[in-house]
């Protein structure tokens, strides 16, 4: 089965800092290491020095320990894979997290007309994109429908409050595309507790920040180009108390008979997205909502995207293919939250 920690979204670069311009008085604290199938980096403001940089570590393990526990498809101990194992008709109570997920989900799934999608993995397996899987020949039609008769997310999943039922036999639910935004979310939350104010936190490409980096800015945070050959950068925003994420066509793809197929699979054709989309960051309060936008107004593209992001208010930039993959070969669009944003 689909591998729900399969990351091509590492599509940002942290501007470097000049630590040494902190304030006397003021330590930086820098983490790492490596979580869900991918890396973490931390950076904190300790503006007093009284922060026990162990203790912290042990706070940011703990958290990270408690998502790998509700949301992670490779431990079967999980309270998702124990929704997965289960038959048709059975229900499960949850943890408050792992319902906040699912709920967050299931409202971006509506949102998005039904292209963001956590029962999609059946799919992304047909197409090759999975744990251990090839790309051998193209799937016909007869398989890509087998394979959308056990996808599905409202048609598998109903939920009531932290009790989840499972509808539909044979779904499974892969939060890969919301739940490391949790994750990131979840960190910042025990950061938080620490007393510190000013921090960024990111897992895997999704990324929170809070107040001010260590030279007293907004975190700069360069947005890459869309290309696979090269780690170029598009645009630098400068963000402070904002989660963001984006998500790109351009690292896991293949090639058949002068087609290119994208890992980026919408759930309501069953097949790779065709647009000229290269990649999508968004903007949002938490990263757990910038995690699950990003995917869906990829696999959306800019021209239905853009109305649903101005609609909602979302700050959003598509990045298109405007010719061959060089800097001068893509063109931005921006909704108006974005350009209001990052004026």
Known sequence: MTNPLLLSRRSFMIMPLALAACKPGWSVLELSGLTMGTGYNIVAVDHGKSVDKAALQ?????????????????????????????????????????????????????????????????????????????????????????????????????????????????????????????????????????????????????????????????????????????????????LSDLGMATSGDYRNYFEADGQRYSHIIDATTGRPVTHDTASVTVLTDNAMLADAWATALLVLGRERGMKIANDRDLAVLFVDRAGDETKSGFKTAASNRFAALTA
């Open 58 to 238: 042990g706070a940011i393990d703990g958290a990270l320990s408690d998502v790998t526990a509700q949301m992670s498809n490779w431990d079967a101990t999980s309270e998702i894979s124990r929704f997965n194992a289960a038959a048709k008709g059975e229900s499960l109570t949850v943890s408050r997290e792992l319902a906040e997920v699912m709920q967050a989900a299931s409202d971006v799934h509506r949102a998005s007309m039904g292209t963001f999608d956590v029962t999609v993995g059946p799919l992304i397996d047909l197409w090759g994109f999975g744990a251990g899987k090839g790309h051998g020949a193209l799937p016909s039609d007869a398989q890509i429908a087998q394979a959308m008769g056990c996808c599905g997310q409202e048609r598998s999943v109903a939920q009531s409050g932290n009790t989840l039922t499972k509808t539909n036999d044979g779904a499974e639910v892969y939060l890969s595309a919301i739940g490391k935004g949790y994750g990131v979310d979840h960190v910042a939350r025990a950061i938080s507790a620490f007393g510190i104010t000013d921090y960024m936190v990111e897992i895997g490409g999704d990324l929170v920040t809070a107040g001010r980096n260590p030279e007293g800015q907004p975190w700069q945070i360069g947005i890459e180009t869309p290309q696979s050959f090269d780690r170029g950068i598009m645009q630098v925003v400068g």
